[in-house]
């Protein structure tokens, strides 16, 4: 069965830091570009970061650029989003999601077509 997993998420004030974790099962990781997502209630979801599967290029959108540092292990079996000088307009369900490598990361980012997708994992962020 194929599955995305989420986890990291938590309360934290605003200027503080979390790292989300994104891991597969039932597939590999390093043949896909992952992106991280977001939606908070009554808005649309957004992209928030995307690396790409095949050079391991990245892209953000404007509001995290700075804050935010998308990355995989060494093994590629796991995708992070590093989160720093966080802000009460990041709180969101954040969820990952997988499309075949050969999309770019801005691709993914832009288009918000993905293949699969976590159920997410909620950040708050206080003010």
């Known amino acids: 069965q194929v599955q995305v997993m989420e986890s990291g998420g938590g309360l934290v004030q605003a200027g503080g830091s979390l790292k989300l974790s994104c891991e597969a099962s039932?597939?590999?990781?390093?043949?896909?570009?992952v992106g991280w997502f977001r939606q908070a209630p009554g808005k649309e979801r957004e992209a928030v970061a995307c690396?790409?599967?095949?050079?391991?290029?990245?892209y953000y959108t404007d509001s995290v650029k700075g804050r935010f540092t998308i990355s995989r292990d060494s093994a590629k079996t796991t995708v992070y989003l590093q989160m720093n000088n966080l802000k009460p307009e990041d709180t969101a369900n954040y969820y990952c999601t997988a499309i075949s490598f050969f999309t770019p990361a801005q691709n993914l980012c832009v288009t918000l077509s993905y293949d699969y997708w976590g159920q997410g994992t909620q950040v708050t962020v206080s003010s």
């Open positions: 690396i790409g599967g095949r050079d391991e290029s990245t």
């Open positions: 039932g597939f590999t990781f390093n043949y896909y570009t």
